[in-house]
């Protein structure tokens, strides 16, 4: 089974290409010399699976201050649905994003609204998605569909906020986690710290992604817990395991997107059902300190 793996030296392509050692991998990455859209335009291979990961995300900071800097993901998703069609891969698996559904159904404390597959449309009126990375994101759902409707077997999955052990610090789960360890008093969280997300360990976003292609799941899937956890909770749980009571305080005027953006993970559990829970996945990332 020949299997290749875009964006292999980032966080999610990472566990990716842990849990696949031991087959047929070919791993594409900028950091390791290769950009991703000059294989696509030079590459004819047929792959038995492709796992698209390669993106600019950069975390809030970038989404909100460098948003044009995140456009490139136009390009790569257009070379790699134009590669696809060339080559004709037997499966692919585009990564999406909860950014792409729209923002107005997640800035309404009073009424909460568990997003469901079936909120984000590609057609007539599709909402607002989170600004440059989640117009990327749906744009590359319209071209997954155009594909799939061309021949192609394509799997769109929708992770919500992802966190794991050896992320990279611009996300604020191992930021939490360093502060913490660092045992800092008082302990800043960007924002007010109300705003909720939904946090998946990244081992059961490679399992559920995986129980996609193994089950052979039509249309796209929510990777989530359902759980809604805002930020002053995460820094909450994760000092009480590190075993101190800081001062939280908040920086107001720093990025902090929607207010409440949590899944609803009723399709995902008809196949898969995350294993980790958020308190276990903070104990992991504290030990690994």
């Not at 992802?162 to 502060?179: N, S, V």
Request: glycine share 8%.
């Amino acid at each position: 089974m020949k299997i290749l793996i875009t964006g292999s030296s980032g966080f999610v392509g990472r566990h990716f290409a842990r849990a696949l050692d031991g087959l047929d991998l070919t791993l594409v990455d900028l950091m390791t010399g290769t950009d991703a859209r000059d294989f696509f335009r030079t590459n004819h291979t047929r792959f038995d699976l492709v796992i698209h990961l390669a993106a600019v995300v950069g975390g809030r900071a970038q989404i909100e201050g460098a948003p044009l800097s995140l456009a490139v993901d136009l390009a790569i998703d257009a070379d790699l649905f134009t590669w696809a069609m060339r080559t004709r891969p037997r499966r692919v698996v585009y990564f999406s994003s909860s950014a792409a559904y729209p923002v107005d159904l997640q800035n309404d404390f009073a009424r909460p609204h568990r997003l469901r597959e079936i909120d984000l449309k590609l057609t007539g009126n599709v909402g607002n998605p989170d600004l440059t990375y989640g117009w990327a994101k749906l744009t590359g759902e319209q071209l997954a569909q155009h594909a799939e409707n061309d021949g192609l077997r394509i799997h769109v999955v929708r992770p919500f906020s992802g966190y794991g052990e050896d992320q990279d610090l611009t996300y604020p789960f191992p930021a939490f986690i360093r502060r913490a360890v660092q045992r800092e008093d008082p302990f800043t969280i960007w924002g007010d710290g109300n705003q909720v997300r939904d946090w998946i360990h990244i081992d059961d976003i490679v399992a559920a992604t995986l129980a996609v292609v193994e089950e052979n799941v039509s249309g796209p899937v929510n990777l989530c817990t359902g759980r809604d956890i805002s930020f002053g909770e995460l820094a909450r749980l994760v000092c009480q395991q590190a075993g101190y009571e800081p001062e939280l305080t908040h920086i107001l005027d720093a990025p902090q997107g929607v207010a409440y953006r949590v899944g609803d993970p009723t399709k995902l559990h008809t196949f898969y059902t995350p294993k980790i829970a958020l308190e276990d996945g903070i104990a992991r990332a504290l030990a690994a300190k």
